[in-house]
């Protein structure tokens, strides 16, 4: 395999492979001890299989390679250290899958929910549908009842005015028919039997005796012996 990239070579790499893995060979089966991982600005990591390290490289004018280990205590992880990161890992994953049920848990209680709710939503809004149109048949054998008995109105109040208008005169009576409508029964026949007494009244009048005052003629000679006797 071809390895170049753009801080080293192939033919680098292949001489600090083998600088580290002196035992990768048919003698020794081909030993790996340092995995590489990573290699930049001079430095190589590798994986020795319990832990990680680092390396220093350097290359001459002649192209020769050599490489040099990195304090373990500074940029080496011990195993400890790689054991206890892992299970950190393995714990935050745990807590991750845990909220995840709990979420899936809590999402399936909303669905039922919301579902719960919309067939309750459903419901209220076929009854409001129901009242609704009751309402609206309601109100449409309202107007019904209401125009029957103005028609029954307007019929009784047009036998009144009928029943009068042979006994009152016409200038009596028309103004009287032309505001029908804006009269209720009661009030018409109050009105009518208003313009009825004051034409009887009227009648009465014509038809009186006048009654002749003789307060200021002479008393004749049959007045002043009557009232002789009297005193």
Do not use: W
């Not at 409508?181 to 009048?205: H, M, P, T, W």
Request: glycine share 2%; charged share 30%.
């Amino acid at each position: 395999m071809i390895f170049n990239t753009s801080v080293i070579n192939h033919e680098d790499y292949e001489s600090l492979f083998n600088l580290l893995n002196p035992d990768y060979n048919e003698e020794h089966n081909f030993e790996v001890k340092d995995y590489i991982y990573s290699v930049n600005d001079g430095v190589v990591k590798t994986f020795q299989g319990d832990h990680f390290c680092e390396y220093s490289y350097t290359k001459d004018e002649e192209g020769n390679i050599s490489v040099e280990e990195i304090a373990p205590e500074i940029f080496c992880a011990s195993v400890k250290e790689y054991n206890e990161m892992k299970e950190d890992y393995e714990k935050v994953q745990n807590d991750y899958a845990v909220l995840q049920d709990s979420f899936e848990n809590n999402k399936t209680v909303m669905e039922d929910k919301t579902t719960e709710f919309e067939a309750k939503i459903g419901e209220l809004t076929t009854k409001i549908d129901e009242l609704t149109n009751a309402l609206q048949n309601a109100d449409e054998k309202i107007n019904t009842y209401e125009a029957q008995f103005a028609e029954i109105e307007n019929a009784k109040k047009n036998d009144l005015v009928s029943s009068y208008e042979s006994v009152l005169a016409e200038e009596d009576i028309t103004p009287i028919k032309e505001n029908v409508s804006n009269f209720s029964y009661d009030e018409l026949e109050s009105k009518l039997a208003v313009a009825f007494s004051r034409k009887a009244i009227q009648g009465k009048e014509k038809e009186r005796i006048p009654v002749v005052d003789h307060s200021n003629e002479p008393a004749s000679q049959f007045a002043k012996l009557i009232e002789k006797y009297r005193k």
